[in-house]
């Protein structure tokens, strides 16, 4: 009921606002077709064909915006029907106002989050400041439904994500971070028979705390345009009280054509505080990797890289090579050791021509592996081909299809046609 008044509100503003001010109206509308076949036994098969609907949509001037992102889904085939179908996903509905006395920004809405701690959507508010090379800001709201339906969380106080961060940019070639996240959901609650001291059993109501995310985070990066990169990061688990995870990448290209990188990364499991999995004596792993890359005539890439996996008892290595240009690119992967024995080898291409109005795709992947030792090998291949054609800017075509083989999905071929319109256009309604 809340998000739904918050829909009125939004509308009424922006529809004020479009009468007092010109207003630009833009957007994307996608229309797209998704045919597969299921088998739901060695003979039999079921043929489904799904269609999906994505409007975007953004209206405003200089430094307010209302913008929306939605999905319409469901089955065209009576005999494919799946559950819930249609279905209706409101992705983003939201209100961005920034550039406020110079320094202030804010959102309200179901609005998007990206922190790499607790990522997605929500509903609710973000304020914050971003001034002269320091940003800071906060945001608070309640976790989005299943489905993304258009409906908020009736339980506010047990079912939401609150967090904040910290930035500072002011620094030639560095920046600092600061981050904090706390992203809680409410199980329902259920009966189950147990057992009473006296081993009698008993009904009893199992009711979950909510605690589920609470992390700390920090990040550190230095940049000297094709010379040096450097970034790194560190995430606290605050429930298990330990260290999530510490990553460290970089990158050094001042040698002309030559490109040298580095990763580095050590992590626990994420696992929900209040899951029955954090009882388990799970181990951490670490990751490092070297790489060596070399451009020829800023046309082509030649790069190969090779990482080092190390987990309680194991470790495994991984090796990758590859071959990049405009027009596509061809890599080679292997893999060793605990993590499981694979080769695999992939292609993908893509041009334009006609001065854009058909840009032809090709991508091909064959794959050998197994998980240990002593299992069988198993092969996979896939394959997709198909075209986009945009005869003109707004508006374009897209078909392709994709077949793919292995043990379990024999001959799947699979097809997907797209129809894409773009629209910007400026209002002056008085």
């Known amino acids: ?44 098969s079921t043929t489904y064909a799904r269609t999906f609907q994505m409007l975007n949509l953004n209206l405003g001037k200089q430094n307010v915006w209302l913008r929306s992102n939605m999905n319409f889904e469901g089955d065209l085939l009576e ?40 990522g997605g959507v929500f509903d609710g508010g973000t304020l914050g400041l971003d001034y002269k090379g320091y940003k800071l800001f906060g945001y608070y709201g309640g976790n989005v439904p299943a489905y993304q339906d258009f409906e908020f969380t009736d339980d506010l106080s047990n079912d939401y994500i609150t967090g904040g961060e910290f930035t500072v940019y002011a620094l030639t070639d560095w920046r600092f971070s600061a981050k904090y996240v706390n992203k809680n959901f409410q199980n329902p609650a259920y009966d189950a028979v147990r057992l009473d001291p006296n081993l009698n059993p008993i009904d009893v109501t199992i009711a979950n705390a909510s605690n589920k995310y609470e992390y700390l985070s920090g990040e550190i990066s230095y940049s000297m345009p094709k010379i040096i990169r450097v970034d790194s990061r560190y995430d606290y688990d605050m ?3 330990t260290t999530s995870k510490v990553e460290v990448s970089g990158r050094y290209e001042q040698i002309e054509n030559i490109g040298i990188s580095m990763y580095y990364n050590y992590r626990e499991p994420r696992i929900r505080y209040n899951s029955i999995f954090s009882v388990f004596d799970y181990g951490n792993t670490w990751e490092i990797e070297g790489g060596l890359d070399y451009r020829i005539q800023n046309k082509y890439t030649i790069s190969g890289k090779f990482a080092n996996v190390s987990y309680n008892d194991e470790t495994s290595q991984r090796l990758s090579l590859g071959l990049l240009s405009s027009f596509g690119g061809l890599t080679a992967r292997k893999g060793f050791g605990y993590a499981g024995e694979l080769d695999a080898i992939s292609l993908y291409g893509a041009h334009a021509v006609l001065d854009g109005l058909l840009t032809p795709t090709l991508g091909f992947s064959f794959t050998r592996y197994k998980q240990s030792e002593t299992a069988p090998m198993n092969e996979l291949v896939s394959l997709m081909a198909g075209t986009n054609i945009r005869p003109w800017r707004f508006l374009s075509f897209d078909v392709q299809g994709q077949y793919l083989n292995n043990k379990i999905y024999r001959n799947d071929w699979r097809l997907f046609l797209k129809v894409n319109y773009w629209f910007n256009t400026n209002l002056n309604l008085l």
């Open 1 to 44: 009921m809340l998000m739904k008044k918050l829909l009125l509100i939004l509308i009424l503003f922006a529809g004020i606002f479009s009468f007092v001010y010109p207003q630009n109206f833009n957007g994307r509308l996608s229309s797209s077709l998704y045919t597969f076949e299921r088998f739901d036994s060695a003979n039999t």
């Open 79 to 118: 005999s494919g029907s799946q559950i819930d179908n249609p279905r209706v996903r409101l992705y983003n509905l939201y209100l961005d106002v920034r550039d406020i006395w110079g320094a202030m920004f804010f959102k309200l809405g179901r609005q998007p989050i990206f922190n790499g701690l607790a």
């Open 239 to 241: 429930n298990f009280e």
